[in-house]
């Protein structure tokens, strides 16, 4: 929790990843705004694919940010040399990127539903339940891949390279209960992509933990 409250203050300081993401997603919601006329069934059709590709980008982006400061200080050599373990360390960057995407998804998902006018009522809850579900799936990856990428050259493009193609079931169990949300379709019938995303969750926050003292050590 030291690690993450250390993340956290010069996060807030800065701002830096919380107002690119934030500034990023707005523009995706724009652009696709323009495609779509607020409200119709349209909306009701790709919305949740939408929302989910400005969460994704987003997320990337919070990624990149997420060690390099750590790697260009030597803040992450540092953090190797304390009695703190190296697994530990996973979960406290994954727990920071987790609470920044957060805070961004509250932000994008509101922006979402104003542009394009949907309409959720108690069910906003539920979705950001949802969004919450698929940012700790993303961030579980997010930082094991961010740890590899920003020790090359090219982590920008390696970064989505690596994660997108993993991340692919959780965005699909995502969209598809997203867009049940938004259709206001009953979500008992989504119960599958709802095991599809807690699983993914824990599998990936599992695999994360064991692995990641492996790769500082590279």
Not at 9 to 22: D, I, M, P, Y
Not at 45 to 66: E, Y
Not at 136 to 152: D, P, W
Not at 157 to 183: K, N, R
Request: aromatic share 10%; net charge negative.
């Amino acid at each position: 929790m030291a690690v993450v409250g250390k993340d956290l203050r010069g996060e807030f300081r800065t701002k830096e990843a919380l107002t690119s993401t934030v500034f990023f997603a707005l523009l995706v919601l724009l652009v696709f705004n323009f495609g779509f006329e607020p409200g119709t069934r349209d909306v009701r059709l790709v919305g949740a694919g939408v929302l989910w590709s400005s969460i994704l980008f987003a997320a990337i982006l919070a990624m990149n940010r997420l060690l390099l400061n750590e790697r260009e200080g030597g803040g992450l050599e540092g953090l190797m040399l304390t009695p703190l373990s190296w697994a530990d360390i996973y979960l406290a960057k994954a727990l920071t990127l987790i609470c920044i995407l957060s805070l961004a998804s509250l932000t994008i998902v509101g922006i979402f539903v104003i542009f394009f006018n949907v309409s959720l009522g108690q069910n906003v809850f539920v979705l950001l339940a949802v969004v919450f579900g698929g940012i700790v799936g993303l961030s579980a990856l997010g930082t094991t891949f961010a740890t590899i990428a920003v020790r090359t050259r090219t982590r920008e493009v390696m970064l989505p390279l690596l994660l997108i193609p993993l991340a692919i079931p959780l965005l699909i169990a995502c969209v598809e209960v997203t867009a049940a949300i938004i259709g206001a379709r009953d979500l008992a019938d989504e119960g599958h992509w709802l095991r599809l995303l807690v699983a993914f969750d824990i599998i990936f926050l599992a695999l994360g933990y064991l692995t990641y003292p492996a790769i500082l050590e590279e």
